[in-house]
């Protein structure tokens, strides 16, 4: 139940996050082609420059156009400048377009680890790593090491190895692995109790490291913040 | 005999004038950078506006310019006046 409304939770939020860098490269987009076009034709100068040489037939003079010419060139020139700026306005558009995307982009992460915390906050304890050191007799659930017998350290393995193939093992299955006989001539019961050895150890073990804490020649205390404890 | 002839020949002379003095002034342009110039040119057979536009658009082209407007058409009596306006461009189109 929980997982359908995680899965559909997470396409909602996909759903969101295209949304909102389709409408970040879309809002950008209009402004790029409304700024490009408000931007004065590089030309514009010139065209003014030849409708003043045009309409003014007293305009004639040697010197007058020469003025005429020279301002029509310091137009020339501001245009060059003109194009520089289309340039830097492009290069901040993109600029812009990438920190709203990326900044999206986090919130939505944001808000998917917020909720991954607080599932892991109910859950208690959430399995990152599983790593079985023969040698040690040891296995490491996240950081905490329990130590365990031989006997529960092989259940662990067989069911370890189990998972990773995406099987599940009878009790009959087990005990068969272990013993290196065939299923049918196991009994389910051994498997069982092997399994509930393992959970006793292991067990036993998470509980005092997670639960119920012992300090050293002092006593015992749960290892659990006091603000959360409520009776009723 | 001698006046008569003489005033044949001013006679001559002016209609030969009235009929070849038509001349126009017009303004053109060159692009990037733009360039402007002011001009008299003499206007070859029918003496209107019209005429001026068509046969400078095509002489003005070869050169690279773009014909803009034509003022008018005036006589020769309008010469002097517009030599020091046009310039370079007096007459050579």
Known sequence: ?232 | MKLFSFSFLIFCLSATFAQAACYADYKAKQDNPLRLHYGVTEVRGDCSVATAEAQLRDSLAHDGWQLLNVLGVFDESGLEERRDSAGEFYLRY
Not at chain 1, 11 to 37: C, D, K, Q, Y
Not at chain 1, 46 to 65: C, H, K, S
Not at chain 1, 222 to 231: G, P, Q, S, T, Y
């Open chain 1, 1 to 232: 139940m929980s997982f359908t409304s995680a899965t559909e939770s997470r396409e909602i939020g996909n759903r969101i996050v295209v949304a909102g860098i389709a409408a970040i490269v879309l809002v950008l987009g209009v402004t790029a082609v409304l700024l490009f076009m408000s931007l004065p034709d590089a030309n514009a100068f010139n065209m003014r420059v030849e409708r003043l040489f045009v309409e003014n037939d007293t305009l004639t003079g040697n010197a007058e156009i020469k003025l005429l010419e020279i301002l029509a060139q310091s137009g020339t020139a501001f245009s060059d400048t003109l194009a520089s700026y289309r340039f830097v306005i492009f290069v901040l558009l993109i600029f812009a377009t990438a920190l709203l995307v990326t900044a999206v982009a986090f919130l939505v992460m944001l808000i998917a680890l917020n909720r991954r915390m607080g599932r892991i906050e109910r859950q208690g304890i959430e399995v990152n790593s599983l790593l079985i050191s023969r040698d040690q007799k040891s296995v490491y659930l996240n950081d905490f090491e329990f130590k365990l017998t031989d006997a529960a350290l092989e259940t662990l393995s067989v069911l370890a190895e189990a998972r990773m193939d995406d099987e599940v093992l009878s009790g009959a299955e087990i005990e068969g692995v272990i013993s290196g006989r065939d299923p049918s001539d196991c009994d389910e019961a051994a498997g069982a109790t092997r399994i509930k050895r393992l959970r006793d150890t292991l067990g036993n073990q998470l509980v005092s490291e997670l639960l119920i804490k012992n300090i050293a020649r002092k006593g015992y205390m749960l290892a659990i913040d006091k603000n959360v404890i409520k009776m009723v």
